[in-house]
């Protein structure tokens, strides 16, 4: 059972574009919610987070849409770079719980 | 300033054997966490430790063993090794349960042949 799905394995956009990573979760329990970004080679960073509370956050090049109703939210790079190529996994928090649940990640390749 | 730092890199080993891969970290998080990573299937969590002292399973803990040496060093053993833990494994640490911003190692390999 995927609490947490990421239904894009890849996409593929030009440098100075917008890039929009989506991801849907079942579990209304989930309060907490994390994009994590991963090189190869390397072990997933941190890249932003939102809580239940808000429906939008914003750090630089990089803002996280979260709509309830739909179980549903979003990453969006503006403006996409080349080194923004990695896999990002979008990651939820249940309600006072101790673990996060990770999508399948989506692998996002940004041509110069 | 390690982070969280896993041991070894890489490993091959044959059906059966047994191996226990380490991990540190220095940032005085009270959490400790080992997931597994295969293709298609995102990052899954095999045993997770919310404080020194406890250990929980997670999504996936068959076949697996943890210890919280303290509150620095959380181990993960394989008891006897299938190709079906044929994966890359990581550990990570978080300071609260709040935010659950996770810091992660850089990985173990493993190839169980």
Known sequence: ?112 | NAGVTQTPKFQVLKTGQSMTLQCAQDMNHNSMYWYRQDPGMGLRLIYYSASEGTTDKGEVPNGYNVSRLNKREFSLRLESAAPSQTSVYFCASSRDRAKMRAFFGQGTRLTVV
């Open chain 1, 1 to 112: 059972d995927q609490q947490v799905k990421q239904n894009s394995p890849s996409l593929s956009v030009q440098e100075g574009r917008i890039s929009i990573l989506n991801c849907d979760y079942t579990n209304s329990m989930f309060d907490y919610f994390l994009w994590y970004k991963k090189y190869p080679a390397e072990g997933p960073t941190f890249l932003i987070s939102i809580s239940s509370i808000k429906d939008k956050n914003e750090d630089g090049r990089f803002t996280v849409f979260l709509n309830k109703s739909a179980k549903h939210l979003s990453l969006h790079i503006v403006p996409s770079q080349p080194g923004d190529s990695a896999v990002y996994f979008c990651a939820a928090k249940e309600t006072s719980g101790s673990r996060l649940t990770f999508g399948e990640g989506t692998q996002l390749t940004v041509n110069p």
